[in-house]
């Protein structure tokens, strides 16, 4: 692997490297991208070939598919329906940041980021050159930085040594500063649960929704 593909985003993403990583994605390519979790790995999220290719660079299938990342809460409105008061009460709160949300897809969106069942999880990240990228090339399908069964690749060596082939471009941040999961709420049915506990107590999940927000094993009347 060439040097030349690490492209450094400390302390912000060059000009030329932006477009590099632009024209990367709109050709399908896949990135190695940081988050402000661990690092991701990830493709246009509108490109049906470059998510397969994503989903069997990660040894996934199709039963799971990836979250989306947004540059912003506008996303929402764009990309969903039906969205609950309490799927924006939330956005406000923690986006940019460690939280997931599962909304309702507009039904003539088009993508296929695997067995969605009409749904689509979407994140803000809370993280400047990346948010700087999506702002400017659109909503990326990501999802850990490593095969899965392994732990997530905190630095970019590490995530070279993952996927040595098939990456248009690595973007060095430097190690991750945090390593605690999104939380991922599902607010796509009647009553909101949380499916992956995270980085948000679920109390404050709560208090911010302005709903009981329950974690999905926990059965309610």
């Known amino acids: 692997m060439s040097t030349e593909t690490i492209l450094s985003v400390t302390p912000s993403l060059a000009k030329d490297d932006l477009a590099r990583a632009k024209r990367a994605l709109r050709d399908g390519r896949i990135l190695v991208v940081p988050t402000d979790t661990v690092y991701g790995i990830g493709c246009d999220a509108a490109n049906r070939a470059a998510v ?3 989903l069997a660079a990660k040894g996934r299938g199709r039963q799971m598919p990836p979250p989306v990342l947004v540059a912003s809460a506008a996303a929402i409105d764009s990309l969903c329906v039906d969205v609950p008061d309490a799927a924006r009460a ?8 460690g939280l ?3 909304l309702r897809a507009r039904p003539d969106l088009g993508w296929d980021l695997g ?3 009409g749904t689509i999880a979407l994140r803000m990240p809370d993280q400047g050159a990346l948010l700087r990228l999506l702002s400017e090339a659109g909503p990326m399908a990501v999802t850990s930085a490593n095969p899965t069964g392994k732990p997530p690749a905190t ?3 590490q995530a070279v040594n993952y996927f040595p082939q098939g990456v248009a471009a690595y973007l060095d941040a430097g190690p991750s500063g ?19 506990p995270g980085a948000i107590a679920p109390a404050a999940l709560s ?6 927000i329950h974690p999905a094993e926990v059965q309610r009347p």
Do not use: K, Y
């Open 100 to 102: 997931t949300l599962i």
């Open 207 to 212: 208090e911010a929704a302005g709903v009981d």
């Open 115 to 117: 067995d969605t069942a």
């Open 155 to 157: 630095t970019v060596a």
């Open 90 to 97: 939330l956005a406000r709160a923690f986006w940019p940041g």
């Open 178 to 196: 945090a390593t605690t999961a999104s939380s991922i709420v599902d607010l796509a049915h009647e009553r909101p649960r949380i499916i992956r």
């Open 52 to 54: 397969a290719a994503l």
